[in-house]
């Protein structure tokens, strides 16, 4: 059973850092697609950045030089790093799995696995 697990967000003030982690402590998640989404009040989840098994990275035009997704597959572990952070960045961000791809997906309806979710409140 994948049961994967967010940490990391916080209350930031605009211009600040943050980096989320998304692991599974039950399995080894290597050669999972990684994914991070986020969720504002009143819209659609949507795309943030992911990553594939062997690293290969994409994100959302609207936090390409600012954000970066990695793994750690000895921590079992995805970061989101998030620097020079807006306001409208605030959301709640969730990370996904795929166990049976070790490619991307930029779908929520591609990845099987959520996280409960992190806040991130950046304020102006």
């Known amino acids: 059973q994948v049961h994967v697990v967010e940490s990391g967000g916080g209350l930031v003030q605009a211009w600040g850092s943050l980096r989320l982690s998304c692991t599974d402590s039950g399995r080894p998640f290597s050669m999972y697609a990684m994914g991070w989404f986020r969720q504002s009040p009143g819209k659609e989840r949507e795309f943030v950045a992911a990553i594939a098994s062997i690293s290969a990275t994409t994100s959302t035009d609207a936090v390409k030089g600012r954000f970066t997704i990695s793994r750690d597959n000895v921590k079992n572990t995805v970061y989101l790093q998030m620097n020079s952070l807006k306001p409208e960045d605030t959301a709640v961000y969730y990370c996904?799995?795929?166990?049976?791809?070790?490619?991307?997906?930029?779908?929520?309806?591609?990845?099987?696995?959520w996280g409960q979710g992190t806040q991130v409140t950046v304020s102006s």
């Open positions: 996904a799995a795929d166990p049976y791809s070790d490619y991307y997906h930029l779908q929520t309806n591609e990845y099987d696995y």
